[in-house]
């Protein structure tokens, strides 16, 4: 039994195989990819050597490749141009492909930063292959912290021009900029670039969902990387990562000893005045907008009764925010001040209706998409705040 059983698998197996028919799998004569070529300018940067600020003009040229190695395959089409550069791939342009070759083509960069790429798709007409191509990458200069709080809006709300963009801000020849830290929060901590050319300074605030270990005031970044969003108009970076100049020291990287070379004449020289703010200040919104996240000053302003409505008391009970009038004119503008958080021995309610000789702090922005903004003074210790007889003085 078991021998006509083997019989039968053998007879069945032998018919299997001489029945079936081989067939030959060969490759598609297509369009399989694109070479994207850069011809001007020739030196694309590198990593250590980064572009100079000017360079935004860039000459290229697009060859479609086929998979059995035509160079080129002819088609002729239109595809896309898209620019890669900061975590984001922005369309730019269709540029067209006659006989497997683009024309040279030249397009006009700017608000480029960091390292970035050219990429071309075959993504449009009735039947796209979706074959890609990309060039070599470029070093464009990082951005500084003046023009991630640049905005193209013409009114409020001020949004980042960069929002949703990784950044690097790096220390390298010619940009290393001069980030020193104004205030370190529960949450974070507000960096300012000394060396813009800009008066104040710009300022932008690092969120690090809780209190950053080893930061202090006045201590120098080197390096600041993270994404860029807006957070009730305020412009921060997201999910951060820093080098100080305390780590550069102990560091043998090119970026740590250009860093410590170019840095090393401000130690403990770094001196941030606050901008002095008055009503017709808030009257020039661009202007309050250059001033997020900057220390600023605030004299002979009022506390207002932060008990007088319920909305004003719960302000205060939830947020520790209260209200202060400038009186540098009659109809004079208003600040929210928090102190509790870093003052707690202040109490401002027993100072209703008392005027500050001054109140000093971190301005940050509070709107909700509407064209006016709350403007809040954080407070950062007991020495930003002088009322009557509540003035510590720093021995």
Same mark, same amino acid.
């Given at each position: 039994?078991?021998?006509?059983?083997?019989?039968?698998?053998?007879?069945?197996?032998?018919?299997?195989?001489?029945?079936?028919?081989?067939?030959?799998?060969?490759?598609?004569?297509?369009?399989?990819?694109?070479?994207?070529?850069?011809?001007?300018?020739?030196?694309?940067?590198?990593?250590?050597?980064?572009?100079?600020?000017?360079?935004?003009?860039?000459? @290229?040229?697009?060859?479609?490749?086929?998979?059995?190695? %035509?160079?080129?395959?002819?088609? /002729?089409? &239109? #595809?896309?141009?898209? +620019?890669?550069?900061?975590?984001?791939?922005?369309?730019?342009?269709?540029?067209?492909?006659?006989?497997?070759?683009?024309?040279?083509?030249?397009?006009?960069?700017?608000?480029?930063?960091?390292?970035?790429?050219?990429?071309?798709?075959?993504?449009?007409?009735?039947?796209?292959?979706?074959?890609?191509?990309?060039?070599?990458?470029?070093?464009?200069?990082?951005?500084?912290?003046?023009?991630?709080?640049?905005?193209?809006?013409?009114?409020?709300?001020?949004?980042?021009?960069?929002?949703?963009?990784?950044?690097?801000?790096?220390?390298?020849?010619?940009?290393?900029?001069?980030?020193?830290?104004?205030?370190?929060?529960?949450?974070?901590?507000?960096?300012?670039?000394?060396?813009?050319?800009?008066?104040?300074?710009?300022?932008?605030?690092?969120?690090? @969902?809780?209190?950053?270990?080893?930061?202090?005031?006045? %201590?120098?970044?080197?390096?600041? /990387?993270? &994404? #860029?969003?807006?957070? +009730?108009?305020?412009?921060?970076?997201?999910?951060?990562?820093?080098?100080?100049?305390?780590?550069?020291?102990?560091?043998?990287?090119?970026?740590?000893?250009?860093?410590?070379?170019?840095?090393?004449?401000?130690?403990?020289?770094?001196?941030?005045?606050?901008?002095?703010?008055?009503?017709?200040?808030?009257?020039?919104?661009?202007?309050?907008?250059?001033?997020?996240?900057?220390?600023?000053?605030?004299?002979?302003?009022?506390?207002?009764?932060?008990?007088?409505?319920?909305?004003?008391?719960?302000?205060?009970?939830?947020?520790?925010?209260?209200?202060?009038?400038?009186?540098?004119?009659?109809?004079?503008?208003?600040?929210?001040?928090?102190?509790?958080?870093?003052?707690?021995?202040?109490?401002?309610?027993?100072?209703?209706?008392?005027?500050?000789?001054?109140?000093?702090?971190?301005?940050?922005?509070?709107?909700?998409?509407?064209?006016?903004?709350?403007?809040? #003074?954080?407070?950062?210790?007991?020495?930003?705040?002088?009322?009557?007889?509540?003035?510590?003085?720093?021995?």
């Amino acid at each position: 039994m078991n021998r006509f059983y083997h019989y039968i698998f053998i007879s069945v197996f032998l018919v299997f195989i001489f029945g079936c028919s081989t067939e030959k799998i060969g490759i598609d004569s297509g369009l399989q990819s694109f070479q994207l070529k850069i011809l001007s300018p020739e030196n694309l940067g590198s990593e250590s050597e980064l572009l100079p600020a000017d360079t935004n003009r860039i000459v @290229f040229q697009a060859k479609a490749l086929g998979s059995k190695g %035509q160079d080129p395959f002819i088609i /002729t089409k &239109g #595809i896309s141009l898209y +620019l890669n550069f900061g975590g984001k791939s922005n369309f730019i342009k269709t540029i067209n492909i006659t006989d497997g070759l683009s024309n040279e083509e030249t397009i006009e960069l700017s608000g480029v930063y960091g390292k970035a790429h050219l990429m071309v798709v075959d993504d449009t007409g009735d039947e796209p292959s979706y074959a890609t191509g990309s060039s070599d990458e470029i070093y464009f200069r990082n951005p500084s912290i003046s023009d991630i709080q640049n905005s193209t809006a013409e009114e409020p709300p001020f949004g980042s021009s960069m929002t949703g963009y990784r950044v690097n801000i790096r220390g390298q020849k010619n940009n290393i900029g001069r980030m020193v830290i104004t205030a370190v929060t529960n949450s974070g901590f507000y960096v300012t670039d000394l060396a813009s050319q800009t008066t104040p300074p710009p300022s932008l605030f690092v969120y690090n @969902f809780s209190r950053p270990y080893g930061v202090y005031r006045y %201590q120098m970044i080197c390096q600041l /990387t993270g &994404g #860029i969003q807006e957070h +009730l108009g305020d412009t921060q970076i997201t999910f951060p990562d820093w080098i100080s100049y305390d780590d550069c020291k102990t560091s043998d990287s090119l970026l740590c000893k250009i860093c410590v070379d170019e840095l090393k004449d401000y130690e403990k020289k770094n001196i941030i005045e606050p901008y002095q703010l008055k009503t017709e200040t808030t009257y020039d919104k661009i202007l309050m907008e250059s001033l997020e996240s900057s220390l600023v000053e605030i004299k002979n302003a009022t506390i207002m009764n932060m008990f007088e409505s319920a909305y004003d008391r719960s302000t205060y009970t939830d947020y520790g925010q209260y209200k202060v009038r400038l009186n540098d004119v009659t109809a004079s503008a208003t600040f929210l001040v928090i102190s509790r958080d870093n003052v707690s021995d202040f109490d401002p309610a027993q100072y209703i209706g008392k005027s500050f000789s001054y109140v000093r702090g971190i301005l940050t922005e509070l709107n909700f998409g509407s064209k006016n903004s709350m403007w809040i #003074i954080n407070v950062r210790d007991k020495y930003d705040i002088c009322i009557e007889d509540y003035c510590p003085k720093k021995n």
